[in-house]
């Protein structure tokens, strides 16, 4: 007895042609999502580097105040800004009747835009759009990356 085989109308299989079409149909969609990802990954970053300014340029304003307030000694020739930034991190005495250590940052944020996650500095006396630290103190931060924001603004520029 020789056994025939039969196909049934509608069989459950797939054809290559519905596969290339699956195919084309999710390269689309996957080639749609990644730069939405992407986009998203770097406004989150934005995001981070706004607030770490932010946090910064308090501290420092903070550390100014308390200078021109009297509650931090001035040093001769100095500008009242910080020296570094560590001097936010790790406080500086009070000139109150009971002296207190004032710290104005727990930790130093990290510049997400960039590798090494390190600050550029400006002093009081350097020009304003100046690349090159003076060393005297730490009136401004700004982000040393060479990268375009969303917006077409440059991160050094924030």
Same mark, same amino acid.
């Given at each position: 007895? =020789?056994?025939?085989?039969?196909?049934?109308? $509608? #069989? #459950?299989? =797939?054809?290559?042609?519905?596969?290339?079409?699956a195919m084309g149909i999710l390269t689309i969609l996957v080639s749609g999502i990644l730069p939405l990802s992407y986009m998203t990954y770097k406004r989150? &970053?934005?995001?981070?580097?706004?607030?770490?300014?932010?946090?910064?340029?308090?501290? /420092? %304003?903070?550390?100014?105040?308390?200078? %021109?307030?009297?509650?931090?000694?001035? &040093?001769?020739?100095?500008? $009242?800004? +910080?020296?570094?930034?560590?001097?936010? =991190?790790?406080?500086?005495?009070?000139? *109150?009747?009971?002296?207190?250590?004032? &710290?104005?940052?727990?930790?130093? +944020?990290?510049? +997400?835009?960039?590798?090494?996650?390190? !600050? $550029?500095?400006?002093?009081?006396?350097? *020009? +304003?759009? #100046?690349? /090159? !630290?003076?060393?005297?103190?730490?009136?401004?931060?700004?982000?040393? #990356?060479?990268?375009?924001?969303?917006?077409?603004?440059?991160?050094?520029?924030?």
């Amino acid at each position: 007895m =020789v056994h025939q085989m039969h196909y049934r109308k $509608g #069989s #459950s299989g =797939v054809t290559l042609i519905e596969l290339i079409v699956a195919m084309g149909i999710l390269t689309i969609l996957v080639s749609g999502i990644l730069p939405l990802s992407y986009m998203t990954y770097k406004r989150s &970053k934005e995001i981070e580097l706004r607030q770490n300014l932010r946090l910064i340029r308090t501290a /420092i %304003d903070d550390y100014k105040k308390m200078v %021109d307030d009297g509650r931090i000694a001035l &040093k001769l020739d100095s500008s $009242g800004y +910080p020296e570094s930034l560590e001097v936010l =991190v790790e406080g500086v005495d009070s000139n *109150d009747p009971d002296p207190i250590k004032l &710290k104005f940052l727990r930790r130093i +944020p990290r510049d +997400p835009m960039t590798e090494d996650g390190e !600050w $550029g500095l400006r002093s009081y006396a350097d *020009d +304003p759009d #100046s690349d /090159i !630290w003076g060393g005297q103190d730490v009136y401004d931060v700004y982000s040393q #990356s060479d990268e375009q924001a969303l917006d077409g603004t440059d991160y050094r520029d924030w």
